[in-house]
């Protein structure tokens, strides 16, 4: 006993317990003896036996009631075996020794993790690269983190026929998905086959906890993350950026596209305007100068020598009146004349008469003085206006 | 009391713990052997009370549930000479507990011991004849089938019954892991690379069209340009022949008129006149 060792230990000597109980005993009995005594009229040792007897079996056979809640299964065994499994509700069992009773959740939903641990409190999930780490059909590495979700649908097989259910799930749940992705290789797995890879683990752990009889059923396998193992993820990451470089740069060319052909069907537009603009400029401007002429055709045909007089004068005047003129009454003997012509042509930085900038096509009078004069190129800009 | 229940109680008393003393259990996931005076006697009990002779018998029960042999990692050869380092499990149950209990004590760890050497052996020439390869991807489930069948007969000697033997790991070497590591970095490196270069060329592709068709729109337009110009300077110079043709000499006359007004407009133009042109007709003198 703890406490003799106690007071064997200690060094000053306490009062023996057993003495206190002895003492103690004695108070308890003589207060019964007492309580026996005054009312002997009323018990005789039998009656006093039955009644306690009788307590006694109440009391022991009422410890047979039990309560199964909702989602749980009572599993009754009499003298240890098996005989039968109790619905929620009130039970009652032969009590101890006879039948006894354990209650099992067949409701929850529990889950085992493989190939990793998932810590709540630091809310951080860290890899343990025995359990994750495997090798693909195309001999790659990846890495796995599974978790299973399982419940127990059958009571019974759960408690009496494997020890260690959760252990026995997870080592077949490891030795499954190896078989699993080792026969797929490293592409499939990553990409398009997870699900189908899923399904296949989950259909094969059942297969395996139904032979072994474990009683219990896999809700579902999640597939937590398939990813290539960290010492190559750089190079992974960089192969999704160049896929990511690919389509970008289709992109961008077909932004250029989308920019540069608008912009051509703009500027197309544009020279199908300027030419359709001078067609009718030219068209306007015939029309408008064959109608002035023809009405002045109409004046000049009804009296021609003294028109003709009149516009021939007219532009005479005009002509003089705007240019510099040297007048040489001159007789026959034509002296020599000289004439600072540089001069004059230097006045204004312009060209003499014969200029280069001519038209090549004959343009009427007043041709330049608003419209447009054509040079290299399609280019139009508005000639010089006149000083 | 009276003296006949003074008598009734000790007797009662030692009647059942005598009782208590001559039945046992067996539970529902155990099995159990019977010895008399340390010689086994009977083994097959099913589950639930059974009598005995009190003190010249008792009882040992052994867990009659499905146990494990969880074996330790092992390094193994396979045919390319390669190692490979190998976890496994079996599931077992005992099968004939007298058995179990002579030849390895009925004690789960030791079973577990002479399992795991036996489990080692076999194993070891299985993977000796197989590859890499197959070992991964082929021939697990056949491996297992060959284990079991293999290593059952053994594993009865013991009064042990072979459920299931699975292999869980089968990992590269450290060493060897690493020039897989390489290995697959190549790979990513060139689908990488892959990837850029289509992703170039294709960006190029799409380009060179748009500058194609930029052209061509451009050229086209330029084209119908030039026709629709055409089309103008042609109506144009059928006005102007249709009006100026109805008195070609006045138009030359007017229009001549119109060509030296505009091409000697400037003021720096000088010209050099005799007085005796018809203009100065009536300049120099009245007549």
Redesign the interface.
């Known amino acids: 006993m703890s406490s003799e060792k106690h007071n064997t230990s200690k060094q000053t000597p306490q009062p023996d317990w057993r003495l206190e109980i002895d003492k103690y005993w004695k108070q308890v009995s003589e207060k019964t003896g007492d309580f026996f005594n005054d009312h002997k009229s009323m018990f005789s040792?039998?009656k006093v036996?039955s009644a306690v007897g009788g307590t006694l079996a109440v009391v022991w056979l009422a410890s047979g009631f039990y309560i199964v809640d909702q989602g749980n299964r009572g599993v009754v065994?009499?003298?240890?075996?098996?005989s039968e499994t109790t619905m929620p509700g009130p039970n009652w069992h032969i009590p101890v020794p006879f039948e006894n009773v354990a209650i099992v959740n067949v409701e929850q939903q529990r889950f085992i993790e493989v190939g990793y641990i998932d810590s709540s409190r630091i809310n951080k999930s860290s890899l343990i690269p025995?359990e994750s780490?495997?090798?693909?059909?195309d001999?790659?590495?990846i890495a796995v983190r599974l978790a299973v979700q399982y419940q127990i649908n059958n009571a019974r097989d759960y408690?009496?026929?494997?020890?260690?259910n959760e252990?026995?799930l997870k080592?077949?749940t490891?030795?499954v998905e190896?078989?699993v992705i080792?026969?797929n290789s490293m592409d499939f797995v990553l990409t398009e086959g997870r699900s189908q890879i899923v399904a296949e683990i989950k259909e094969q752990i059942q297969a395996?906890m139904d032979?072994?009889?474990t009683g219990i059923s896999i809700a579902s396998v999640n597939l937590q993350d398939a990813q290539?193992?960290e010492?190559?993820q750089?190079?992974?990451e960089?192969?999704i950026?160049?896929?990511e470089?690919?389509?970008?740069?289709?992109n961008?060319?077909?932004a250029?596209?989308n920019e540069?052909?608008p912009?051509?069907?703009g500027?197309?537009?544009r020279?199908?305007q300027?030419?359709?603009a001078?067609?009718?400029?030219?068209?306007a401007?015939?029309?408008g100068?064959?109608?002035r002429?023809?009405q002045?055709?109409v004046e000049?045909?009804k009296s021609?020598a003294i028109t003709?007089k009149r516009?021939?004068?007219e532009?005479?005047e005009?002509?003089?009146s705007?240019?510099?003129?040297?007048?040489?009454?001159?007789d026959q003997t034509n002296p020599m004349l000289y004439?600072p012509m540089p001069q004059?042509?230097q006045?204004?930085g312009?060209s003499p008469?014969a200029s280069n900038d001519a038209e090549p096509t004959v343009e009427?009078?007043?041709a330049d003085k608003n419209g447009m004069r054509k040079t290299s190129g399609?280019e139009l800009r508005p000639s010089r206006s006149?000083? | 009391?009276?003296s006949r229940?003074q008598i009734l109680i000790p007797a009662g008393l030692s009647l059942l713990v005598l009782g208590y003393m001559s039945v046992f259990?067996?539970?529902?996931?155990?099995k159990a052997i019977l010895f008399r005076l340390g010689e086994m006697v009977e083994s097959d009990y099913?589950?639930?009370?059974h009598f005995k002779a009190p003190i010249i018998n008792n009882v040992s029960t052994f867990?009659a549930?499905?146990?494990?042999l969880?074996a330790k990692s092992e390094r193994f050869l396979t045919s390319e000479k390669k190692n490979v380092i190998v976890?496994s499990?079996a599931?077992w149950r005992i099968g004939d507990v007298g058995l179990f209990y002579t030849t390895v004590g009925g004690d789960e760890f030791q079973a577990n011991l002479r399992l795991d050497q036996i489990m080692k052996d076999a194993m070891r020439s299985e993977f000796g004849v197989r590859t890499?390869?197959q070992l991964?991807?082929?021939d697990?489930?056949e491996l297992r089938e060959t284990l079991l069948a293999k290593l059952s007969p053994t594993a009865q000697k013991f009064g042990i019954e072979l459920?299931?033997i699975?292999?869980?790991?089968?990992?590269?070497p450290q060493e060897v892991?690493?020039s897989?590591?390489q290995?697959?970095?190549a790979e990513?490196?060139r689908?990488?690379?892959?990837?850029?270069s289509?992703?170039?060329e294709?960006?190029?592709?799409?380009?060179a069209?748009?500058?194609k068709?930029?052209?061509v729109?451009?050229a086209?337009?330029?084209r119908?340009?030039?026709?629709?110009?055409g089309?103008?300077?042609a109506?144009?110079?059928e006005?102007?022949a249709?009006?100026?043709g109805?008195?070609p000499e006045?138009?030359a006359?007017?229009?001549s008129?119109?060509?030296?007004?505009?091409?000697?407009?400037?003021?720096?133009?000088?010209?050099?006149?005799?007085?005796n042109s018809?203009?100065f007709k009536y300049f120099?003198s009245e007549k």
Not at chain 1, 77 to 82: E, M, P, Q, S
Not at chain 1, 278 to 283: L, S, V
Not at chain 1, 322 to 330: G, H, P, R, W, Y
Not at chain 2, 257 to 275: C, G, H, I, R
């Open positions: 040792a039998g036996a065994t009499r003298f240890g075996a098996y025995q780490l495997m090798l693909t059909a001999e790659n590495i408690l009496f026929n494997v020890k260690n252990n026995t080592q077949l490891e030795s190896r078989a080792g026969r395996g032979e072994y009889k290539p193992p010492e190559v750089g190079a992974f960089d192969a950026r160049a896929r470089d690919k389509q970008r740069l289709i961008e060319a077909e250029y596209a540069v052909i912009k051509a069907r500027a197309a537009s020279i199908i300027e030419a359709e001078y067609e009718a400029e030219k068209i401007k015939a029309k100068e064959t109608e002429f023809d002045l055709l000049y045909e021609p003709r516009l021939y004068l532009a005479k005009k002509l003089y705007s240019t510099n003129k040297v007048m040489l009454e001159a004439m004059t042509f006045q204004h312009s008469a009427p009078h007043n399609n006149k000083q | 009391m009276s229940t259990y067996v539970k529902e996931h155990e099913k589950p639930g009370l867990d549930r499905v146990l494990t969880d976890d499990f599931k890499i390869k991964i991807s082929e697990r489930n459920i299931d699975r292999i869980k790991r089968i990992d590269l892991s690493s897989v590591f290995r697959m970095r990513r490196e689908v990488a690379r892959e990837f850029r289509q992703g170039a294709s960006a190029e592709q799409i380009s069209e748009a500058d068709q930029k052209h729109i451009v086209n337009a330029q119908d340009a030039e026709n629709i110009r089309r103008g300077d109506q144009s110079a006005i102007y249709k009006s100026f109805k008195n006045f138009y006359f007017y229009r008129l119109q060509a030296y007004q505009t091409s000697f407009e400037k003021t720096q133009d000088t010209l050099v006149l005799k007085p018809d203009f120099s």
